[in-house]
């Protein structure tokens, strides 16, 4: 069972167009990531998120860290093809005993054609 | 130019004969990890350590071991690789990590691992 949950796995689409990825939880996390990667190449850190209800953008990317700390959302607007790539969220448990644990999504493959 | 370095980048091996992928980082980061990805399954986190002789058990730390005797190496070894163990293994470090720490990850290129 994944602790964190992230939809949808797949996603392609147009230039232009607009998309959500998802990051869901049972579980609150003290504060979570979004990383990109390309293939042949680790994941980039695009973001932290620290507080609920925490909104920060990067350009046409907007990430939303949920109230209760449990869910994050990214927002892509006007997806050009240098977004395509995998995007990753990951997170640390709140109050966990194992400081210093990483968890992280299952990924989203998006690809945005021309 | 500040990276994480592993090798080697790809092995193909047989079951049961050990094997170390290196890691070094130049960044004086206290923490760092090993995660193994798997398609459909993400990152998942083998061992990680805060600092020098301090490591610590991950998600999946069945068939691994690490040490961490200097704060630039973190090597993972593979005392007796099994194909279940065939995956990309990437290496991180960190200035330190934890909690609401917004220090962010630094990843190696991979390395591909098959075991036959």
């Known amino acids: 069972t994944q602790l964190l949950e992230q939809s949808p796995q797949f996603l392609s689409i147009q230039e232009g167009e607009n998309l959500t990825v998802y990051c869901n939880s049972s579980?609150?996390?003290?504060?979570l990531q979004w990383y990109r990667q390309e293939p042949g190449e680790g994941p980039v850190l695009l973001v932290t998120?620290?507080?609920?209800?925490e909104v920060k953008k990067l350009k046409r990317l907007t990430f939303q860290f949920g109230d209760a700390r449990k869910d994050s959302s990214l927002h892509i607007t006007a997806a050009q093809p240098g977004d395509t790539g995998l995007y990753l969220c990951a997170g640390f448990l709140a109050g966990g005993t194992s400081y210093g644990k990483l968890t992280f999504g299952q990924g989203t493959i998006l690809t945005v054609h021309p | 130019e500040a990276q994480v370095t592993q090798n080697p980048r790809y092995l193909i091996t047989v079951t049961g004969k050990k094997l170390t992928v290196t890691c070094s980082q130049n960044m004086n980061h206290e923490y760092m990890s090993w995660y193994r990805q798997d398609p459909g399954l993400g990152l998942r986190q083998i061992y990680y350590s805060m600092n020098v002789e301090v490591t610590d058990k991950g998600d999946v730390p069945e068939g691994y071991k690490v040490s961490r005797k200097e704060k630039r190496n973190f090597p993972l070894i593979l005392e007796s690789p099994s194909p279940n163990q065939t995956s990309l293994y990437f290496c991180a470090s960190s200035f330190l990590q934890g909690y609401a720490s917004d220090s962010p990850l630094h990843f190696g290129n991979g390395t591909r691992l098959t075991v036959t």
């Open positions: 579980s609150v996390f003290s504060s």
């Open positions: 998120v620290v507080t609920g209800g």
